[in-house]
């Protein structure tokens, strides 16, 4: 059982366009990070929200906590081929030890 | 700081071949965490270790596996007799409290034949 899903699985794009993935759960979170990778690298932060309804923008992509800390959406703005990767939602448990990661999103952005 | 240090980068083994995989920390951060990750999926939860103790071990980890963190700095992981199944690249990351996100190295990428 999958404690994160992440949607769409796949999103090939042309330059220029925006785009949403989402990253939900049942389980309620006291912070979810977002993660991007490149093939043969390991993931990097990108961002980590903590407050339930919390907006976070980091130059063309917002983040966005749910009300509930249960879910999150990534909105990326005229997207650009460098933003083609693997995005990665990832949620932890306060006096938990780990990070449960989603499947991704696997991002391709066309010229 | 260079980051998270992964060494080897890549490894090619034969089936019941012993191999064994090095991290370095960001030397401030006092979690370790170790992950597997297969093609099309996201990072599977290995171990961890808070200083040089080892706090958390994934029940998916069989006895073949075994990692260690020595005077709490550089951590180590072997696997033993290695299988096929094993093939996967292997992720190690630092974290100052675990719920800051994660700094999380290059990878080695495992393939037993």
């Known amino acids: 059982t999958q404690l994160l899903e992440q949607s769409p699985q796949f999103l090939s794009i042309q330059e220029g366009e925006n785009l949403t993935v989402y990253c939900n759960s049942s389980s309620v979170f006291s912070s979810l990070q977002w993660y991007r990778q490149e093939p043969g690298e390991g993931p990097v932060l990108l961002v980590t929200v903590v407050t339930g309804g919390e907006v976070k923008k980091l130059k063309r992509l917002t983040f966005q906590f749910g009300d509930a800390r249960k879910d999150s959406s990534l909105h990326i703005t005229a997207a650009q081929p460098g933003d083609t990767g693997l995005y990665l939602c990832a949620g932890a448990y306060t006096n938990a030890g780990k990070s449960t990661f989603g499947d991704g999103t696997t991002l391709t952005v066309k010229p | 700081d260079t980051g998270v240090s992964q060494n080897p980068r890549h490894k090619i083994t034969k089936r019941g071949q012993n191999v064994t995989f090095r991290c370095d920390p960001i030397s401030e951060h006092n979690r370790l965490y170790w992950y597997r990750q297969t093609l099309g999926q996201g990072p599977e939860f290995l171990t961890y270790?808070?200083?040089?103790?080892?706090?958390?071990k994934s029940r998916l980890l069989s006895d073949r596996f075994s990692a260690e963190r020595p005077k709490g700095s550089f951590s180590t992981l072997e696997i033993q007799r290695t299988e096929q199944g094993d093939s996967a690249m292997y992720l190690c990351?630092?974290?100052?409290?675990?719920?800051?996100?994660?700094?999380f190295g290059s990878g080695t990428r495992l393939t037993v034949v």
């Open positions: 270790f808070q200083n040089e103790a080892q706090l958390e």
């Open positions: 990351a630092s974290s100052l409290d675990g719920t800051d996100g994660y700094t």
